[in-house]
């Protein structure tokens, strides 16, 4: 079965960077999108950063864009989240999630497949 984990949480400083990276398994993952969701305490999950497995296209949510990069290497099946500039309201549980590439976009159930999350603290 598909299995995802997420690592690399943690607790930095505001103007800091992080990186996520997210292990997948279970299956070929070349007819699937991996994203990038986020859920902050009493807010809805949020998407933050799309890619295409094959093609390597990428896609993200505009606050981010430009601070965030998703990535991936296909030989290791590793999915990567390079965060930049990390500010307070970046504090959430982040998810890798995994759905069919023609299907998943940038909306939470679209996506098939979760990891159980990670904490990423920003402190002021």
């Known amino acids: 079965q598909v299995q995802l984990r997420e690592s690399g949480g943690g607790l930095v400083q505001a103007g800091d960077s992080l990186r996520l990276s997210c292990s997948a398994s279970?299956?070929?993952?070349?007819?699937?999108?991996l994203g990038w969701f986020r859920q902050a305490p009493g807010q809805k999950r949020e998407f933050v950063a799309r890619l295409g497995w094959l093609t390597g296209n990428t896609y993200y949510a505009d606050s981010n864009e430009g601070r965030f990069i998703i990535s991936r290497d296909r030989a290791k099946n590793m999915l990567y989240l390079q965060m930049n500039n990390l500010q307070p309201e970046d504090t959430a549980v982040y998810y890798c999630a995994a759905g069919s590439r023609g299907f998943a976009y940038r909306t939470a159930n679209e996506y098939s497949y979760w990891g159980q999350g990670i904490q990423v603290t920003i402190s002021s």
């Open positions: 279970g299956r070929s993952f070349l007819e699937f999108a």
